[in-house]
Nanobody
Framework: QVQLVESGGGSVQAGGSLTLSCAASGYPVSRKEMAWFRQAPGKALEGREGVAGIVVDVGTTYYADSVKGRFTISQGSAENTIILQMNNLKPEDTAMYYC???????????????????WGQGTQVTVSS
């Protein structure tokens, strides 16, 4: 059974930083991609926005334009763990952040909701002005 467990959310003032972690277990294949999505308050599931992704054990990363230069995705020291370092946070970054996993994707599938078949439960990030 695949499990994705997020941690590290919280509340911070604008301009501050937070670090999110996601640990994956039980994934059936060794080659995979993992990503972070976010869902702003009041938005439906279909409005979940892809933020950043990484090809596990290859290191290729990709980002939404809205977070480029502020967020960094990387692999953690533990196996099948990814980290999202978020700097210079803005109130519009407030959302529930979800970790997701998929088999290897074609470039146009990356950060699209339909490309990912496993999801964590989410961790809340709140940025106050």
């Amino acid at each position: 059974q695949v499990q994705l467990v997020e941690s590290g959310g919280g509340s911070v003032q604008a301009g501050g930083s937070l670090t999110l972690s996601c640990a994956a277990s039980g994934y059936p294949v060794s080659r995979k991609e993992m990503a972070w999505f976010r869902q702003a308050p009041g938005k439906a599931l279909e409005g979940r926005e892809g933020v950043a992704g990484i090809v596990v054990d290859v290191g290729t990363t990709y980002y939404a334009d809205s977070v480029k230069g502020r967020f960094t995705i990387s692999q953690g020291s533990a196996e099948n763990t990814i980290i999202l370092q978020m700097n210079n946070l803005k109130p519009e970054d407030t959302a529930m952040y979800y970790c997701a996993a998929s088999p290897l994707l074609l470039y146009y599938q990356r950060l699209r909701l339909s490309g990912y078949n496993y999801w964590g439960q989410g961790t809340q990030v709140t940025v106050s002005s």
